[in-house]
């Protein structure tokens, strides 16, 4: 009799296992979906953004200035502030918070 009861235990000792890890692994598969996939995704599209930048596109950078861009380096822009034809400054393309096409 002991042995039935023993071999009960282990039984159920077994299948709490199994779902601890099924909780683990949906935990785990909600947080990809609910925070790593949508970041994955939002730098995917920045990615883009930066990518499609051309001379003459109006810009927003992340310190809330407008400008137009003058030139286009590698991981460097030449942004025009206002109207004062000066007021040129080179900045870092992450710095590019939003891009407004050139209409042409």
């Given at each position: 009799m002991n042995n039935l009861l023993l071999a009960a235990?282990?039984?159920g000792g077994g299948s709490s296992v199994v779902i601890i890890v099924l909780y683990v692994v949906v935990i785990i598969g909600a947080m990809y979906f609910l925070m790593i996939r949508p970041q994955k995704k939002q730098d995917k599209?920045?990615?883009d953004l930066l990518g499609n930048v051309e001379v003459g596109d109006s810009i927003?950078?992340?310190?809330?200035?407008y400008g137009v861009v003058i030139d286009v380096q590698d991981d460097t822009v030449i942004?025009?502030?206002?109207n004062n034809k000066n007021c040129r400054i080179p900045m870092q393309k992450q710095a590019?918070?939003?891009?407004?096409?050139l209409e042409s």
């Open positions: 235990k282990t039984a599209r920045q990615k927003l950078t992340s310190s809330g200035f942004v025009e502030f206002g590019i918070v939003d891009v407004e096409k």
